[in-house]
């Protein structure tokens, strides 16, 4: 990204993430339904991940601090969250199925206590969102090998499901993706 010394320099965090516990429960019998089935599943994710993660920041007269990164590079974000998520999958022809994946990360805290310069606001602890959608075919079924391709989108919330909108800072928007 481009810094105010004008330049552009790369920023960058890494370490251990935020870690996710989740049930899963199959609907159907999974031996008697297996061209057809949805799975529920109910979590929780823990802050594991760092909300402290700094880089160098450049100032316009070409001399650097340390400043903490963009929330999206944090490797956590700071609070518990409650998770939800749902897959399934229908066998639409002998060797094709299209499936379905979704996710949603509920936060249980509104903010953290770490300073984002640039909004002058402390980053929030939002809502995140996953979703898949797409077709696989059995390539060679007799080796178990399949290939697919669909549709991703991921994002984090403009408000969250559990406390609404908020005063704090946090990078809302969503990418997509074609995901083979």
């Known amino acids: 990204n481009i810094h105010p010394d004008g330049l552009r320099h790369t920023t960058s965090a890494g370490g ?4 996710s516990l989740t049930g899963n429960y199959w609907l159907r019998s ?6 057809s089935n949805v799975q529920l599943s109910l979590g929780v994710k823990a802050p594991t991940g760092s909300i402290r993660k700094t880089d160098a920041s450049f100032a316009a007269d ?30 639409v022809a002998s060797r094709l199925s299209v499936y379905e994946v979704g996710s949603y990360s509920a936060s249980l805290r ?23 959608l797409g077709l696989a ?8 090998l399949s290939l697919s391709l669909g549709g991703r989108i991921d994002g984090t919330t403009v408000s ?3 406390g609404g ?10 990418t997509m993706y074609v995901d083979p």
């Open 16 to 19: 251990i993430g935020d870690i």
């Open 62 to 91: 070409g001399s650097s601090s340390q400043k903490p990164v963009s929330q999206t590079l944090q490797t956590g974000d700071g609070g518990f969250a409650m998770v939800l998520q749902l897959q399934a999958f229908q066998r």
């Open 160 to 162: 969250d499901l559990v």
């Open 30 to 35: 999974p031996t008697a339904h297996p061209f």
């Open 137 to 144: 075919v059995a390539a060679i079924p007799s080796h178990g």
């Open 165 to 174: 909108g908020d005063d704090f800072y946090r990078s809302a928007g969503y």
């Open 110 to 132: 509104e903010h953290t206590n770490v300073f984002w310069p640039a909004a002058q606001a402390e980053f929030a602890v939002p809502d995140l969102y996953s979703a898949r």
